[in-house]
């Protein structure tokens, strides 16, 4: 079955520590993006990459990197620099056709962060 | 800049009711609009997306979508509200070209009673 997987489903932090949390596609999408939920916040996005070994900073990509080395695979650092990053992170996709085109993005089914 | 306002964090409604969650845009681009719903702990699922094809767009589980661009709307419905639709449910916009991310409105908990 084609679809996006993430894990861990739960991570807990220490405060000083980086975590990795992983984002697989086997869509063979070209486009991928990290959102993060706050309860009443929605969905704002942290950085998304558009083609392998390419990234762009969203709108609240302090505190976070990510990496794009393989088309299937979009991994997001949290880093001691985030101040406040217990929330729970979504991993999308989307194939990207043409230029002029959006399509539409699916989810993964999420990583919930809990800072101790 | 782009915007979406969803009105009501909570709505109620009771079983067989008509359920209208209700979503305003602001685009300054010709947008593309989405509905997600959230099931408690999972991902996103798409419900329904207008692409600028046909202004009332139906989706899954018996949800659709009218896009208003007078109203700068794009309000989901559903005729008959089942318990299994009691979710939290995401409006979200994009536009042709640029970033392509999506833009999400803060979400609307639907409650449905016995």
């Known amino acids: 079955d084609g679809g996006i997987t993430q894990s861990p489903k739960y991570l807990f932090r220490k405060e000083g520590q980086n975590v990795t949390l992983s984002c697989e596609q086997n869509?063979?999408?070209?486009?991928m993006y990290w959102y993060r939920q706050d309860p009443g916040q929605g969905l704002r996005l942290i950085y998304y990459s558009q083609i392998v070994n390419d990234f762009q900073k969203g709108d609240i990509a302090e505190g976070y990197s990510v990496s794009r080395e393989k088309k299937e695979s979009f991994p997001l650092t949290v880093t001691s620099a985030q101040k406040n990053p217990t929330a729970f992170y979504l991993c999308a996709s989307s194939i990207r056709r043409v230029l002029w085109k959006t399509d539409t993005q699916y989810f993964g089914p999420g990583t919930r962060l809990t800072v101790l | 800049a782009q915007s979406v306002t969803q009105l009501g964090s909570h709505v109620s409604v009771s079983e067989g009711a008509l359920v209208l969650l209700r979503c305003n845009y602001s685009s300054s681009v010709p947008p593309y609009l989405f509905w997600y719903v959230q099931y408690p702990n999972q991902g996103l699922q798409l419900l329904l997306k207008?692409?600028?094809?046909?202004?009332l767009v139906k989706g899954i589980n018996g949800f659709e979508a009218e896009f208003k661009k007078s109203e700068t709307s794009f309000h989901l419905t559903n005729p008959s509200a089942h318990m299994s639709d009691a979710a939290e449910y995401f409006c979200?916009?994009?536009?042709?070209?640029?970033?392509?991310?999506?833009?999400f409105g803060s979400g609307t908990r639907l409650q449905v009673q016995p």
């Open positions: 979200a916009l994009t536009y042709r070209g640029g970033r392509r991310a999506l833009t």
């Open positions: 207008y692409t600028s094809a046909a202004t």
């Open positions: 869509l063979n999408h070209d486009a």
